[in-house]
């Protein structure tokens, strides 16, 4: 079984930055996309940012430019670094993993910007 465990999150004013973290349990994750989701109360959880096995990336829009996912293979980690983040960035932040027949989650962290 894979756990997956966020860190790094907190409270930040805008404009500031935060890197979060996932540390990932198991065998083979090198193998896998890994991907950055967020969910605010009352609305779907939505996609930020994920980074395939071959390091290619993908952005949701509205952080292209300010955000940048990473991952280390010999680490099982996989990270987000945030900057200029707004107040609408405020979120619980959770790490998948996901491929053919795997699709696990962390527990989520929370990022909160407010001033």
Excluded at 12 to 38: E, I
């Amino acid at each position: 079984q894979v756990q997956l465990v966020e860190s790094g999150g907190g409270l930040v004013q805008p404009g500031g930055s935060l890197r979060l973290s996932c540390a990932a349990s198991g065998s083979f994750f090198s193998l896998y996309r890994m991907g950055w989701y967020r969910q605010v109360p009352g609305k779907q959880r939505e996609l930020v940012a994920h980074i395939t096995s071959g390091y290619d990336t993908n952005y949701v829009d509205s952080v292209k430019g300010r955000f940048t996912i990473s991952r280390d293979n010999a680490k099982n980690m996989v990270y987000l670094q945030m900057n200029s983040l707004k107040p609408e960035d405020t979120a619980v932040y959770y790490c998948n993993m996901y491929g053919p027949a795997v699709d696990y989650w962390g527990q989520g962290t929370q990022v909160t910007v407010s001033s």
